[in-house]
């Protein structure tokens, strides 16, 4: 049975950091392409970026390039990110998702196995 499971989120000020990890089980993990989706109230899923299987290529969206890093242990079988100089319109639920195959990392479809997601709130 494949298990992600993120942890990390909370409330923080704005300006203020906070690190969500995706644990990952009931798979190989070092063969999935790991991506972080968000979900604010009201709003649909959006994607936030993505890391390759090997760690090697990473993918942002405009609005969080140079604030947010993602990364990967896969000897720990764990997906981190990193976020930074955090803002108000950060605050959705996050959610990490592995992609066997798909090619295109943005697209929710191409995701295999989601995790119930963290609530991250940023307040002004």
């Known amino acids: 049975q494949v298990q992600l499971i993120e942890s990390g989120g909370g409330l923080v000020q704005a300006g203020g950091s906070l690190r969500l990890s995706c644990a990952a089980s009931?798979?190989?993990?070092?063969?999935?392409?790991m991506g972080w989706f968000r979900q604010a109230p009201g709003k649909e899923r959006e994607f936030v970026g993505a890391?390759?299987?090997?760690?090697?290529?990473?993918y942002y969206i405009k609005s969080v390039k140079d604030r947010f890093i993602i990364s990967r242990d896969n000897a720990e079988n764990t997906a981190y990110l990193q976020m930074n100089s955090l803002k108000p319109e950060d605050t959705a639920v996050y959610y990490c998702a592995a992609n066997r195959y798909g090619a295109g990392w943005s697209e929710a479809s191409e995701y295999d196995y989601w995790g119930q997601g963290t609530q991250v709130t940023v307040s002004s």
């Open positions: 009931g798979l190989t993990f070092s063969s999935y392409t």
């Open positions: 890391i390759s299987w090997r760690g090697e290529n990473t």
